[in-house]
């Protein structure tokens, strides 16, 4: 039987696992933290750890808790995850926080690197002309969200959104969706983790679904949002759950 107890002890050696003797929170947060955020939500089933710290660097990076997302990349490096796939979780949260924050967020992770003498990866050349990533940005559109992707604001004859919308597909989708570091399915955990972080429901909703069209099961989309809760809010999470609920009820 689970008890706050037995959640306190798993919390904590999670904890220690992840973060050794400090994981940055003050003393009189060590018993919630170990018990609420490492025991009961970081130790659930369903969603590998890897998977999870994938979700926890994206939701602080979207929201942009720095010192605390140092600290994650940190464990991040200690649980195995490459330096490139840190990095390329902070350049995606870019399309939907904003490159600002992925450019502060990216100086964290530069920083802890240097710190512990991991090498940044290096940029490597991306070549492809603005067609090319229009092309490749609508198919894969298409094999994300079928037919939803000319729906909404993506709706091709909406003038407004169209005024905006095309470089979302060249350099969303087109672009970093396909660069090296990450696979399709992990950009999707990263996506839906950093909507429900910035409280964007209907994107929850809309990548949620998708998300099964890459490989991720309904528990493993829920548990992103679940990871979050911690991180970036246990009410932005229950929100994003509450959009999801009604897409994801008959799958």
């Known amino acids: 039987m689970t008890t706050r107890e037995s959640l306190r002890q798993q919390g904590e050696a999670l904890r220690q696992r992840l973060f050794g003797d400090d994981d940055g929170a003050p003393a009189f947060m060590r018993t919630i933290?170990?018990?609420?955020s490492y025991g009961a939500i970081w130790s659930?089933?369903?969603?590998?750890?890897?998977?999870?710290?994938?979700?926890?660097?994206?939701?602080?990076?979207a929201v942009q808790r720095l010192p605390k997302l140092r600290r994650h990349v940190g464990a991040a490096?200690?649980?195995?995850?490459?330096?490139?796939?840190i990095v390329e979780v902070l350049i995606q949260i870019g399309i939907y926080a904003g490159f600002a924050a992925s450019e502060e967020a990216v100086e964290v992770a530069a920083a802890e690197f240097a710190t512990r003498q991991v090498a940044m990866p290096e940029e490597l050349a991306r070549t492809?002309?603005?067609?090319?990533?229009?092309?490749r940005g609508r198919k894969l559109m298409e094999q994300l969200h079928g037919d939803r992707a000319s729906q909404g604001y993506a709706a091709p004859s909406n003038a407004v959104t169209g005024a905006l919308y095309p470089l979302?597909?060249?350099?969303?989708?087109?672009?970093?969706?396909?660069?090296?570091?990450?696979?399709l399915r992990?950009?999707?955990?990263?996506?839906?983790?950093?909507?429900?972080?910035?409280?964007l429901e209907s994107q929850v909703q809309k990548f949620g679904q998708s998300a099964l069209n890459m490989g991720l099961s309904r528990t493993e989309v829920i548990e992103a949002v679940?990871?979050?809760?911690?991180?970036?809010?246990?009410?932005?999470?229950?929100?994003?759950?509450g959009a999801l609920s009604g897409a994801l009820s008959d799958k």
């Open 226 to 241: 679940i990871q979050t809760a911690p991180l970036s809010g246990f009410a932005p999470a229950l929100n994003a759950l």
């Open 168 to 183: 979302a597909i060249q350099y969303g989708y087109g672009e970093i969706w396909f660069r090296p570091g990450l696979d």
């Open 186 to 199: 992990q950009r999707a955990l990263v996506a839906v983790a950093a909507f429900a972080a910035l409280k």
């Open 77 to 85: 490096l200690r649980l195995g995850l490459a330096p490139r796939a």
């Open 33 to 36: 933290n170990a018990e609420a």
């Open 128 to 135: 492809g002309s603005l067609e090319t990533l229009s092309e």
């Open 44 to 61: 659930r089933p369903g969603l590998a750890l890897e998977d999870r710290m994938l979700c926890a660097l994206a939701a602080l990076g």
